[in-house]
């Protein structure tokens, strides 16, 4: 058999998933530490039976309509918006992600944001650095927020939304929830509390953003939302910049409808430098890293090469997008590896 020809467009840090990758396939790797271009991408998908693509790869019809021979795509992360799912099914392309692994990295970050926005930390650490500490202590000093005992809004209660509430019980919160369906298994384990989106963001002192973006919760928090929040409340966003309308949020802070906001994701990625949010001292901003932990980042590899190679193999992948494809193109026509 001839081994499954795969573009594989960054390299991944597992070297258990890169030996893999060489053992069963014939590897095209972007050696790059960028992404590929739109074209790039066009051009080496071509011949491909495989792609092994991250986020920042959009996989939308014009790359689709340049791989005919493409059987599997198998993307590094667990948000699969930048992947035209629909068209893939269509064609018969199996789609995987890698859900689970870095549920527990997300929600530790997404706390560090928390309490780093509650508690003033980046400024608090920035003054100390620029000699602005100036009188050993002092009542008014620094004053941030409580966080212990507080009422935590997460809208979006999937893996990484109860894990984030899984974290809140030690700190004694109240926590209200806003997802499409109810989740009465986490409300029986944890206590959680279900409400009105309008309702979680009326009542809540952090609002967390947990839910997968689609059409749907496209700029599902913009300036009417942002008017439901209490001025004291911060917003911490993990999941995807464009759940959140940028500019609403921008004027929520210039005119304190909000108390600050923890952002890890955005509308434009990267930020740029002299983006309007770097401007605030109430809002923290990271780079996209809520999974970058090196563990949690090689099982993702891992899990994303296993994902692939299983599909490859004609065997039912760990994690697929889209179980609806196996009606179009069952397993068995897509088998490249013995
Ligand atoms: P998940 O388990 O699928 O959770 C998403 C939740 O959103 C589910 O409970 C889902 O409900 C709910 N939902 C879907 N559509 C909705 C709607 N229209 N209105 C209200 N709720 C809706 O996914 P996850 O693993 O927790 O990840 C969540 C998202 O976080 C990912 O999609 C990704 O974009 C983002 N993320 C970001 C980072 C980062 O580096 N910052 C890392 C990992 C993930 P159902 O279960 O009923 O569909």
Request: aromatic share 6%; charged share 30%.
């Amino acid at each position: 058999m001839v081994k499954p020809k795969i573009y594989v467009t960054r390299k991944l840090p597992s070297e258990r998933a890169m030996k893999l990758l060489f053992e069963y396939c014939d590897v095209d790797l972007n050696e790059e530490s960028r992404p590929p271009t739109k074209e790039e991408l066009i051009e080496h998908v071509k011949d491909k039976d495989g792609l092994l693509c991250l986020l920042t790869d959009k996989i939308d019809k014009d790359v689709l309509d340049a791989a005919p021979k493409l059987k599997v795509i198998s993307t590094y992360s667990v948000g699969y918006d930048h992947i035209d799912v629909e068209e893939a099914t269509k064609r018969g392309i199996y789609v995987t992600y890698t859900p689970g692994v870095l549920t527990d990295a997300v929600a530790d970050h997404t706390w560090a944001l928390l309490l780093a926005v509650a508690r003033r930390l980046v400024e608090a650490d920035q003054c100390v650095r620029q000699g602005c500490w100036k009188i050993a202590w002092a009542p008014d000093f620094m004053l941030g927020t409580d966080v212990y005992g507080k009422t935590l809004g997460i809208i979006g209660l999937g893996r990484i939304g109860t894990a984030v509430a899984r974290r809140a019980k030690g700190f004694n919160m109240r926590i209200l929830y806003y997802d499409k369906e109810r989740k009465l298994d986490v409300e029986k384990e944890l206590g959680v509390e279900f409400r009105s989106l309008d309702e979680v963001l009326k009542e809540s002192d952090f609002v967390v953003i947990s839910v997968v973006l689609t059409k749907e919760t496209y700029h599902m928090i913009g300036e009417r939302e942002l008017r439901l929040m209490k001025p004291t409340a911060y917003l911490i966003n993990i999941a995807r910049g464009a759940i959140v309308d940028t500019n609403a949020l921008v004027k929520a802070l210039e005119e304190g409808w909000i108390a600050g906001a923890a952002l890890d994701v955005f509308e434009e990625e990267p930020l740029p430098k002299d983006h309007p949010l770097t401007k605030f001292k109430n809002v923290i901003l990271t780079p996209h890293i809520a999974s970058a932990t090196t563990e949690t980042r090689a099982r993702m590899a891992d899990l994303a090469v296993d994902n692939l190679l299983s599909v490859l193999k004609g065997e039912m992948p760990k994690h697929l997008v889209n179980p609806e494809v196996t009606k179009i193109r069952p397993l068995s026509e897509v088998k490249m590896i013995e």
